[in-house]
């Protein structure tokens, strides 16, 4: 075995900076080309301002496994406030943030299948420009909600930890009937150890968040919410857990307000926690 | 049908409803029932997805086609000896209904549901040249006691309690009535069957219309359909437009994910194929036939991209069941004929003038749920968001929500000024944090603060804290295993391939 010329292996890493050339000499010459992944943190307008925690734990978890997460910081919001009340020329605004952020990334991973599932909703919300039009729709195969990453993509269920707490789980709507994450969470949480899961009674029902729908229509919402909460205190469990932190924030809300002293959190802060990554 | 016709706004009528208990208590306990049954149903019969994956495409289909189905059924129809109409609007249709009673000196009409005669509020038109209107359907026989209107598509008077129908029906019988379902269904049902003998016209609504044959199908429970259809010497059809299926054989999917959608019962207790008036060999039935055929804003739905499939809609009310701003609300917070998801868009869609659209099209949270229980997959929660577009874009947006708009995507389209006013927000809400808390009820934050506490800003944003995280994640990040490292790669070829993962 010798080896490769100096030449040809510099020219070859010059093709790409995200080109890793390995050169095996034997009989003949074999080029094994390797890409490295570029992995990219979609954090969210939410996580971003109000719970970076979430985005920390998420960060934490992932590299376990090796995997680097890179964070471009033009993105700023999905637009789905915007895009949900219908003015559509704002939501797209702030989509080409999200668009100019990853344009070059292998995987978007978010804290959140409402903020994935917006993304799944940029080709038609520019289906007048083609060339964004083209983007979102490259856009939406790589984009993942975390837990449709960590369990579909890397193969992992567990990853360690232990959370010696009784627990329920609240599947947000979007993640659950949009994205179809129904497995993932609960392959995650079966295998953390002590943990004693209870089932949320109603769980499927939507927390009565809704972007605006919270604002505009206070008290339809107030009432969703409050019977979530009747349905947590009915678990008697000690800690909430969710993958959107929009709904997480709204039960929380409405928990704190009535004095209930559930904890609130993000599977992945439960999991950084557990595995003692935090 | 129109929105506006009903008091108030969608904000108003919610607000009755959520302060009233009874109501609340009724909706949840029967949708809950209905759910399960539905739940439990589809799981029995096993392969539900490629069952409502069979219906979608057979709604698809039809309506693609609706104009050959339509005069195919029409057709066969005549060639039955029915007579046909068509009404462009509910007045037509309204104008039409009368013609036919007036000619045939009617004095009664006996009813079975129908959800378009309620779409086109037949029963006072009725009234009005003298022709007394009976609802059979004991729900619709209740309300129509009650003088509202149904407020659920299957379940008219899914609102009341057994109570409250206890106290309705004991006025009409003069005595005090049981509070028991089998006392007064039985009293309905003595009272009802004087009144169908008398009846000059049968009137009913029709689920689903065969184009090969002609014939018209009704699904239902309670056997009053079936002497609506049998007993008096004039029958009336009222059809809207889109409830045509090509043949039997796909009648048997629609009977498969009709009566499970709607009440989780694997048929209902009838259901009858009615192909024309009585033939000379027949025992009973109407020797007069009359189907109106109601388009009354349906067809403005044809060849809209976003709307079309609005017409695949099989008034199951599995979308009402299903739905949690319904369960809190009921039907009447809907303000049109149609309540619910389903309601929501189509009594905007049925009417042409989108400055008059209320706002229930808000009534909404999107969560899916309607999209997961309809047996043939329409996409209510996108058209939601739709129809808040176009009232939008055609200039009948809020002002005030516009301007909101407008500075949210000029302050979050650029990441440094997302990063100002995150900034901003941190220095700013010491006037109002108290604990970790934000709870005054000022402003925008009133109705959320009524019923929650909002979580102050943390010091830093995840952005300014990045570099440090980044630096201490590169300090000892493992090498990834090549068993990831493969399935990763794979993950990325399937993509390719059209695989991958998809939208639900």
């Known amino acids: 075995m010798t080896n490769p010329p100096v030449g040809a292996k510099k020219r070859l890493q010059n093709m790409s900076d995200n080109l890793i050339i390995r050169l095996y000499y034997f009989d003949i010459i074999a080029i094994e080309v390797q890409c490295v992944m570029k992995v990219s943190l979609f954090i969210t307008c ?17 590299a376990k496994y090796g995997v680097q997460l890179e964070f471009p910081k033009v993105q700023t919001c999905c637009g789905q406030p915007a895009f949900n009340s219908g003015y559509w020329d704002d939501a797209r605004e702030t989509a080409k943030t999200i668009l100019n952020a990853f344009e070059d990334s292998d995987f978007v991973i978010s804290p959140s299948g409402s903020c994935t599932g917006m993304i799944h909703h940029y080709p038609k919300l520019f289906e007048n420009d083609p060339v964004n039009k083209a983007r979102a729709e490259k856009l939406q195969q790589k984009a993942y909600e975390f837990t449709q990453f960590l369990v579909q993509v890397l193969g992992v269920t567990d990853v360690g930890a232990v959370f010696p707490h009784k627990v329920t789980y609240h599947p947000s709507c979007h993640g659950s009937r949009l994205l179809g994450v129904k497995d993932e969470p609960m392959a995650l949480l079966q295998s953390v150890k002590g943990l004693e899961f209870v089932p949320l009674p109603f769980a499927e029902d ?73 | 049908m129109s929105a506006k016709g009903a008091l108030g706004t969608v904000k108003e009528r919610a607000e009755l409803a959520l302060n009233d208990e009874f109501l609340r208590k009724a909706v949840k306990f029967t949708t809950e029932r209905l759910r399960n049954g539905k739940k439990n149903a589809a799981g029995e019969h096993g392969n539900w997805d490629e069952w409502r994956e069979r219906g979608r495409a057979i709604r698809l289909h039809t309506i693609a086609h609706l104009d050959y189905y339509l005069n195919l059924f029409v057709n066969n129809a005549r060639a ?54 009976i609802e059979t359907d004991l729900g619709e026989y209740i309300i129509q006691l009650a003088g509202e209107t149904p407020s659920h598509i299957v379940i008219p008077a899914i609102h009341k309690n057994r109570y409250q129908i206890a106290d309705l029906l004991s006025e009409v019988a003069g005595e005090k009535l049981e509070a028991d379902t089998t006392v007064l269904a039985g009293f309905v049902r003595k009272k009802l069957r004087e009144r169908f003998l008398e009846a000059d016209i049968g009137m009913t609504g029709c689920n689903f219309a065969i184009a090969e044959t002609g014939s018209m199908v009704l699904f239902e429970n309670e056997g009053n359909a079936r002497m609506v259809t049998t007993l008096p010497k004039t029958q009336i059809t ?20 009709l009566p499970r959608s709607a009440t989780g019962q694997k048929l209902t207790m ?16 109407p020797d007069e036939m009359h189907i ?47 309540s619910g998801p389903i309601g929501a868009v189509l009594t905007p869609a049925l009417n042409k003038n ?45 002002k005030l929500e516009g301007a909101g708009m407008k500075g949210f995507s000029t302050l979050l389209g650029n990441a440094k000024r997302f990063r100002t006013v995150v900034k901003l927000g941190q220095i700013g809400q010491k006037l109002v944090v108290r604990d970790g808390g934000i709870r005054t009820k000022l402003g925008p ?32 990040l493992k090498e990834m295993s090549p068993e990831m490292k493969q399935r990763m790669e794979d993950a990325v070829k399937r993509r390719g391939q059209g695989g991958g993962h998809h939208h639900g």
């Open chain 1, 46 to 62: 939410l996580s971003d301002a109000i719970f970076p925690r979430v985005g920390e734990a998420m960060v934490r978890v992932l």
């Open chain 1, 206 to 278: 939507c927390c009565g968040f809704g972007g605006t729908f919270a604002v505009k229509m206070a008290d339809i919402s107030g009432a969703m919410v409050s019977e979530k909460v009747d349905h947590v205190k009915e678990t008697e469990a000690e800690v909430l857990v969710g993958l959107d932190m929009a709904c997480l924030m709204n039960i929380a809300g409405n928990l704190r307000y009535r004095n209930e002293p559930v904890r609130v959190m993000h599977l992945a802060e439960l999991l950084a926690e557990g595995a003692k990554l935090a």
């Open chain 2, 80 to 133: 039955n000896g029915v007579h046909v109409h068509f009404a462009d609007t509910g007045a037509d249709a309204v104008r039409i209904a009368l013609s036919i009673a007036e000619r045939k000196s009617a004095k009664t009409v006996v009813k079975s549901k129908s959800m378009v005669s309620e779409e086109l509020h037949l029963n006072a038109a009725l009234e009005k040249i003298g022709v007394e209107a």
């Open chain 2, 238 to 257: 009222l059809m809207g437009m889109e409830r045509i299926i090509p043949s039997f054989q796909d009648l048997e999917v629609m009977a498969t994910l």
């Open chain 2, 270 to 285: 009838y259901m009858s194929a009615i192909s024309g008036p009585r033939r000379s060999e027949d025992a009973d039935g």
């Open chain 2, 292 to 338: 109106i055929i109601v388009d009354n804003g349906r067809s403005l739905q044809l060849g809209d991209p976003e709307f079309q499939e609005l017409l695949n809609c099989i008034r199951c009310g599995a979308c009402l069941n299903a739905c949690p701003v319904y369960r809190h609300i009921g039907g009447h917070a809907y303000g049109g004929t149609y």
């Open chain 2, 354 to 398: 989108i400055a008059e659209w209320d706002d229930i099209a808000n009534a909404s949270s999107l969560c899916g749920a309607c999209y997961e229980a309809c047996p043939v997959k329409i996409p209510l929660h996108d058209m939601l968001v739709y129809l808040r577009r176009r009232k939008v874009e055609k200039g009948h947006g809020n």
């Open chain 2, 445 to 476: 934050l009133k109705g959320w603060n009524s019923y929650r506490v909002t979580p102050s800003l943390p010091k830093k944003s995840f952005r300014e804290n990045w570099e440090t995280l980044d630096q201490q994640i590169r300090a000892d």
